[in-house]
T-cell receptor
């Protein structure tokens, strides 16, 4: 079974530039999460999707961050414009009904904002 | 607001030792307590999890001890191996927290040969 796929794995941009991250979930997983993990810290939830609906986006900085999950499968997280403090690893995780509570994480995208 | 506090921040043991990582939580509505293991350049992976209706759960060399009254839980790794060297995160989740996993800050474990 293929795991959660994320791309790109690394991204370096100048501040004020836009950036987008892509996530392909495990087949059949209806719930999708985007987390941000700062260096030396645990992941923090940004947004959670149930199918195509964002059911928890209370931690998403909506002035510069946006996300979408078209057709309830792949998802994209965007930052525009990026700030220096956005440098972090952005993790996508998914879960399915059969593995209640267990979240499967992708390898993440390491973003560096210069 | 940090709802899950994890200690120690780092831990070094010899091969065969039993590292213990501790976590404390505040929200009494939490009802699911997983531990995740993360290797450099990888995403976290579920190691073992417990619910508050039991005080201990063991899977292979990994054991969770849970103390509901103290709102604490810990991870014990028996017969630790160099391959166990990784960062370990405790987490907590509950329906009233919107099924949102709240992670601790992580413990970097090094097992020396």
């Amino acid at each position: 079974e293929a795991g959660v796929v994320q791309s790109p794995r690394y991204k370096i941009i100048e501040k004020k530039q836009p950036v987008a991250f892509w996530c392909n979930p495990i087949s059949g997983h209806n719930t999708l999460y985007w987390y941000r993990q700062n260096l030396g810290q645990g992941p923090e939830l940004l947004i959670r999707y149930e199918n195509e609906e964002a059911v928890d986006d209370s931690q998403l900085p909506k002035d510069r961050f946006s996300a979408e999950r078209l057709k309830g499968v792949d998802s994209t997280l965007k930052i525009q414009p990026a700030e220096l403090g956005d440098s972090a690893v952005y993790l996508c995780a998914t879960s399915g009904l059969l593995e209640y509570n267990e979240q499967f994480f992708g390898p993440g995208t390491r973003l560096t904002v210069l | 607001q940090q709802q899950v506090k994890q200690s120690p921040q780092s831990l070094i043991v010899q091969k065969g030792g039993i590292p213990i990582i501790n976590c404390a939580y505040e929200n009494t509505a939490f009802d699911y307590f997983p531990w995740y293991q993360q290797f450099p350049g990888k995403g976290p992976a579920l190691l073992i999890a417990i619910r508050p209706d039991v005080s201990e759960k063991k899977e292979g060399r990994f054991t969770i001890s849970f103390n509901k009254s103290a709102k604490q839980f810990s991870l014990h790794i028996m017969d630790s191996q160099p391959g166990d060297s990784a960062t370990y995160f405790c987490a907590a989740e509950g329906e009233t927290s919107g099924s949102r996993l709240t992670f601790g800050e992580g413990t970097q474990l090094t097992v020396n040969p």
